[in-house]
């Protein structure tokens, strides 16, 4: 009898174990949570962001088209210059020795010149009696012509040493402001090849410009006169404002990435900002105001296997015979918001078999119908345009709604159809 009671009492604390383990475990599992937010209103902008370097508006580099040593310079950095004024002055014995030089060069041409017409006139006065022969009087002749010439290339040498030895005082080209100061007094500047750079004169610095670089997936978007608002490091918590002016269509590629150089006109009437800051900008392509928006990661969230959700497709509007399937008027963009796929060109794919049209979005809002065990119900949308961290709703979503933005649980992205090799080229997501 003992052995069965010993075998009773084994069973009874086997079977009390299995539930005790099983009742821990459960007791560790942590419930299910999911992180909402609401649907809200708000106004949303979609801006393009690009860098770019400040500059002014128009500077003028000021030259020297002569050699020579600098012998005086009446500006410096920030001097304010009056068009005609003096700047800089280079030694000018050399060039006034040559103006002497040509001078006298002149005179002597001007005395051959006088003795030609001398024996012109002689000879000419001979040959009426036949007194010489015609060949002669024909070189009296020449001869003057050849003095006149000479007299004339005399007079063009002594103007070109003029020139040269006005050359060597600078004046200022135009108003502004010297932003640079390339020499010093007593070094020499050499004219050989192309002039050498003396200073650099800034126009008006209360008018400036931004050359910022916008990429080719972005230049779509950008046109003349869009408001652009920008940031320097120098005054980090200031936003100055400007407008788009140009957008140039000479193309530059850096590490195969294809620009486009946009030029922002500044308003900088306090003189705060100064050339060569960098300008970190943002040009506002769309504005919507009061509009529906929920958080990005909205979109992004997937809910875990365990809860079991069935997406339906929205029934698409009827199509004409031979075109193509297309989604909704939303044009959403923003980095890292679960948008769809894109083809090579950047506009979205559409008609691909198995997916929600183009505008339209599949997110997840929280049924709280049972309090007990509150589940995520999805929900087509139709978005338009995004900020980066919201985006806007178009319809599908009313004001107040919760929508769910992500949970406790670990998730396995799914697959998408169409997804390229992580170690490939081949689609983006934005």
């Not at 410096?76 to 002055?89: E, K, L, M, R, Y």
């Not at 015609?134 to 063009?156: C, F, I, P």
């Not at 943002?282 to 959700?309: G, Y």
């Not at 919760?402 to 697959?415: D, L």
Request: overall charge neutral.
């Amino acid at each position: 009898m003992k052995w069965v009671i010993w075998i009773v009492v084994l069973v009874c604390l086997g079977v009390l174990g299995f539930f005790g383990w099983n009742y821990f475990q459960k007791s560790r599992e942590k419930a299910l949570e999911y992180r909402t937010a609401q649907v809200t209103r708000g106004d949303i902008t979609q801006a393009v962001t690009a860098s770019g370097q400040l500059n002014p508006m128009l500077s003028v580099q000021v030259g020297s088209q002569i050699s020579g040593m600098i012998e005086r310079l009446y500006v410096d950095f920030n001097s304010t210059v009056t068009q005609g004024q003096v700047i800089a002055q280079l030694e000018p014995s050399t060039y006034r020795a040559a103006v002497q030089q040509a001078q006298a060069d002149l005179a002597n041409a001007k005395a051959a010149q006088e003795l030609a017409q001398l024996n012109a006139k002689r000879a000419t006065e001979l040959r009426k009696t036949d007194l010489i022969a015609v060949a002669d009087n024909d070189k009296a002749v020449a001869d003057l012509h050849q003095a006149d010439a000479q007299v004339m290339l005399r007079e063009a040498a002594l103007e070109k040493a003029k020139v040269d030895l006005g050359r060597c005082t600078i004046y200022a080209p135009t108003n502004g402001m010297v932003i640079s100061r390339n020499v010093d007094v007593g070094q020499t500047v050499a004219a050989s090849l192309s002039a050498p750079t003396l200073f650099v004169i800034a126009n008006d610095l209360s008018k400036m410009q931004i050359d910022a670089l916008v990429s080719e997936a972005d230049i779509g978007g950008v046109e003349v006169d869009q408001p652009v608002t920008f940031t320097v490091d120098a005054y980090p918590t200031r936003n100055f404002s400007g407008k788009v002016w140009q957008i140039r269509n000479a193309p530059s590629t850096n590490q195969n990435v294809v620009s486009y150089d946009t030029v922002i006109t500044v308003d900088n009437a306090d003189l705060k900002l100064k050339p060569g800051m960098t300008a970190n900008a943002s040009i506002i392509v769309a504005e919507h105001e009061d509009v529906l928006k929920i958080p990005n990661a909205a979109l992004r969230f997937k809910p875990p296997e365990t809860a079991k959700t069935t997406v339906t497709p929205p029934a698409a509007a009827p199509q004409e015979p031979g075109q193509p399937r297309r989604g909704g008027s939303g044009n959403w963009s923003g980095s890292g918001s679960g948008g769809g796929p894109r083809s090579g060109n950047g506009s979205p794919r559409s008609g691909r078999s198995g997916r929600p049209p183009s505008g339209t979005r599949t997110i997840y809002v929280l049924d709280t119908s049972s309090p007990d065990k509150p589940e995520p119900k999805p929900r087509q949308i139709k978005i338009g345009i995004s900020d980066g961290v919201s985006t806007d709703v178009t319809d599908g979503l009313k004001e107040g709604e919760v929508v769910i933005i992500g949970s406790n649980a670990p998730q396995t992205p799914a697959a998408t159809p169409g997804t390229a090799n992580p170690f490939g080229g081949g689609m983006r997501r934005f």
